[in-house]
């Protein structure tokens, strides 16, 4: 089995992955919201998130891992009875993607795995690769043909980011990537070459 990226301290990285045998994960209104209220309870304790986008069966987030000094450990929570004795980043994903599974079997009265494996993370390597994916991640209704532009997709952080409303996303950090929101607003507006971004691309 292929070893996975790991998380390290101070790094950006390309968090995703998809429904078992790309089934749903997603079934009603309710579960998109429970999934970001159990992101914000597990992952946004050690993580910056610059972008997301949920999708029926699968879903994308660019995070920075928090260095071990900004983690304040009174506010992490566990989905197990033990506190454990090392703060590991990856341990908090996977809480999150436990907690929903739960949360989901017992709402659909289903039972068994819900993703694919161990959720899939890519190493930002440069800015450039950083804001190809912000687009990516804003585009990925529009390529899956779910919507005609990314502005009316309810279930990404394009609209947190040009708004002005209270979100978890660091606005500012994006725009500044973008020189301004008109820039990042014009940016998304223009198709870029895939071929660029082909690796970050699930089908």
């Known amino acids: ?17 998809r ?3 790309s089934s749903p994960i997603f079934f009603e209104t309710e579960n998109y919201y429970h999934f970001l209220k159990l992101y914000a309870k597990y992952v946004e304790p050690i993580a910056d998130t610059y ?28 989905n197990t009875t033990n ?8 341990r908090q994903f996977s809480h999150l993607f436990n907690a929903y599974t739960q949360a989901v079997n017992k709402r659909h009265h289903r039972t068994g795995s819900l993703f694919e494996g161990k959720f899939e993370r890519k190493l930002v390597t440069s800015e450039r690769y950083f804001q190809q994916l912000i687009y990516y991640i804003h585009n990925n209704p529009v390529h899956h043909g779910l919507v005609k532009q990314m502005s009316l997709y309810a279930w990404s952080s394009y609209e947190s980011i040009i708004s002005e409303k209270p979100t978890m996303i660091k606005r500012a950090r994006v725009l500044e990537l973008f020189c301004d929101k008109e820039n990042l607003i014009h940016y998304h507006s ?12 699930i089908e």
């Open 1 to 17: 089995m292929e070893a996975k990226t790991p998380l390290l301290h101070g790094h950006y990285y390309h968090i995703y992955n």
């Open 51 to 78: 972008a997301w986008c949920l999708l029926k069966n699968h879903f994308h987030f660019l995070v920075r891992i928090k260095e071990k000094t900004e983690i304040i450990e009174s506010q992490l929570t566990y």
């Open 190 to 201: 223009i198709e870029h070459n895939s071929n660029e971004i082909i690796d970050f691309i």
């Open 83 to 90: 506190k454990p004795k090392v703060i590991e980043p990856y």
């Open 19 to 21: 429904g078992n045998n």
